[in-house]
């Protein structure tokens, strides 16, 4: 594992302190010298830097992420990571003289489809008044990731539900790296099984699916060729968006209690969600790609789970939904315009 940033947590505000401490001290034995944010438990994140910084790491200290039991505090990590990520990895790979080149802004692309989603979700309030469209989830399949942003509340909508676990944030994003067209295409197919693409599909044992996905995870700018590999990728395409929107959003479990059956409910609820959009070049390019949208929606299948029941659907045609919030922070009004503009609605 080599990864670019490390996040250390734990401990509420003022509550244990062993554990962070002690993880701080086992990541001062390991090999990895990458930039550290510390957003734990303040009453130690002193010294917990100071463990890092004797020796010799470069750790930045945010506030915590859940200063209060069931109390979530996460954008200032988020803004420590994404200045990390601008200091040292756009650096790195070059990009920070584009950006100064350019006058722009360099962004994690899920970054800033997330920026774009909260945009959108929310619309302006201040100077030039701009209505959103309120709560929504936004699809988007690329090649190595499956990713679902949703801008909700996510509380329960039934008086029989019990909320357990943490809460989830309003604005949410899962990075499913496991569900890819391209890159990812053999996993994407273990993960749906191959029995579900060949049924999707309407083929039978004949076609070699294993070798097909691997081909395409070797030859990551293919396009379909025939009308077999243009139903793989539909198939693959409605089972990533599928697969990733379960792993999402939150579900239901039962519990019997003297006074009769109850839910309780883990995760967000986004049954009431009014809007999904499905952003990623096989949406803007695909002639299946309203089909493959609707795998976000719950299909009746699995009652409990708590996907979005009877929304409208969108599709970013034009792929410019994460251009659209790169622009966020500069002109959110023109951002929010392009937006609403130019995402087509099923009819």
């Keep these: 594992m080599h990864p670019d940033i490390i996040l250390l947590a734990g401990g509420t505000d003022g509550g244990e302190a062993k554990t962070i401490l ?42 915590n992420v859940m200063p209060r039991l069931n109390a979530l505090n996460v954008e200032p990590a988020q803004q420590a ?56 989830l936004v699809v ?36 499913e790296g496991d569900l890819g067209l391209r890159v990812n295409a053999p996993s994407l197919l ?22 097909l996905a691997e081909q395409l995870s070797q030859e990551v700018g293919r396009l379909p060729q025939t009308d077999e590999e243009w139903a793989l990728e539909a198939a693959l395409g409605r089972g990533a968006v599928e697969l990733a929107v ?15 059956l109850i839910f309780v409910q ?3 609820d986004l049954s009431r969600v009014d809007t999904v959009v499905g952003t990623g070049g096989v949406f803007a390019h695909h002639p299946q790609a309203w089909a493959m949208l609707r795998g976000a929606v719950a299909d009746g299948r699995d009652p409990l789970l708590l996907a979005p029941r009877q929304p ?14 790169l622009l966020a922070d500069h002109e959110p009004y023109v951002a929010l315009r392009l937006l609403k503009r130019y995402l087509v609605r099923e009819t």
């Design 246 to 260: 379960a792993r999402h959003v939150g579900r239901l479990e039962e519990l019997w209690t003297p006074q009769g």
């Design 81 to 136: 990571i994404r200045q990390v990520f601008l200091e040292r990895i756009v650096e790195a790979k070059g990009l920070d003289r584009a950006e100064a080149m350019l006058e722009a802004v360099a962004m994690p692309t899920p970054a800033a489809v997330l920026a774009g989603a909260r945009l959108l979700a929310d619309g302006l309030a201040d100077g030039e008044e701009e209505p959103g469209w309120g709560e929504l």
């Design 266 to 268: 883990r995760g967000k």
């Design 312 to 325: 409208h659907l969108y599709l970013d045609r034009r792929y410019i939904f994460w251009a659209a919030g």
């Design 22 to 63: 002690h993880n701080a001290v086992m990541l001062t034995t390991s090999s990895l010298r990458v930039p550290v944010v510390v957003a734990g438990n303040k009453a130690v994140g002193g010294r917990v830097m100071d463990i890092l910084r004797w020796h010799g790491m470069d750790a930045r200290l945010t506030e």
């Design 140 to 175: 988007d399949v690329g090649g190595a990731t499956t990713d679902v942003h949703s801008v909700a509340e996510g509380t329960p909508t039934r008086s029989d539900v019990l909320y357990r676990g943490l809460p989830e944030p309003r604005l949410k994003r899962t990075v």
């Design 190 to 211: 273990a993960a749906l099984g191959e029995a579900r693409v060949r049924r999707a599909m309407g083929v039978d044992g004949h076609l070699d699916l294993a070798a």
